[in-house]
């Protein structure tokens, strides 16, 4: 199963740091989410990331500066900002909080963040939508054709160690965590557990 880390919202000054150290604990992709940030402030935050891990970073907003700084790919929120067919170059990535987006993307991304599955731990109070049964998860998951696999769909919201075995059973093609990294005093420590964690159950 696939792990990918989602930044704060807000600044965190360990994030470069941090993130460093994740790469090198072998974090394959980490999605940059700075909504409140201006492009040069974003811009300065992604310099301060060593170069050679640029193209695992996934950029939420100011989509340009993927190409300008040789990032990975681009996501997009579940609203109109989501191009039916994404543009090429890079991983493309987008939000789904419903069956019928999500049935949409398949086929079209390369990655989709389906949630929230789980209450959060980034948000209090923002859990599941109640827009979709895990049985009609499970089915449709299950009953993906070959050209909705290339898409990967990965479980967000309230994800742990503890419950990523119930993302596997859904059928999930794996996690996409935040709070569960960055609201812990050892990120790194609690990423190569979640990792552990998921190898194990992908055996």
């Not at 989410?33 to 935050?45: F, G, N, Q, V």
């Not at 340009?64 to 039916?84: I, K, M, Q, Y």
């Not at 909705?148 to 990965?154: F, K, N, Q, S």
Request: proline content about 7%.
């Amino acid at each position: 199963m696939k792990l990918v880390v989602i930044t704060s919202e807000v600044l965190d000054p360990r994030e470069p740091a941090v993130l460093t150290a994740l790469f090198a604990a072998g974090l394959e992709r980490c999605h940059v989410r700075k909504p409140s940030m201006s492009r040069e402030d974003l811009a300065a935050w992604l310099r301060a990331v060593p170069v050679a891990f640029h193209p695992r970073l996934v950029l939420h907003q100011h989509h340009e500066l993927v190409t300008e700084l040789g990032l990975g790919g681009c996501h997009w929120r579940d609203n109109a900002s989501a191009p039916f067919t994404p543009p090429k170059g890079g991983l493309t990535s987008r939000s789904c909080h419903d069956l019928t987006s999500l049935r949409t993307a398949l086929g079209c991304y390369d990655s989709v963040f389906l949630g929230p599955v789980f209450p959060s731990i980034s948000k209090p109070g923002h859990g599941p939508n109640g827009k979709f049964s895990a049985s009609e998860l499970t089915e449709l998951l299950a009953l993906r054709a070959p050209a909705a696999r290339r898409t990967t769909v990965l479980a967000l919201g309230g994800i742990t160690a503890s419950n990523v075995a119930q993302c596997r059973a859904l059928g999930f093609d794996g996690v996409a965590v935040l709070g569960a990294i960055w609201q812990t005093a050892d990120p790194v420590r609690a990423f190569v557990r979640l990792q552990t964690t998921l190898q194990r159950h992908a055996a």
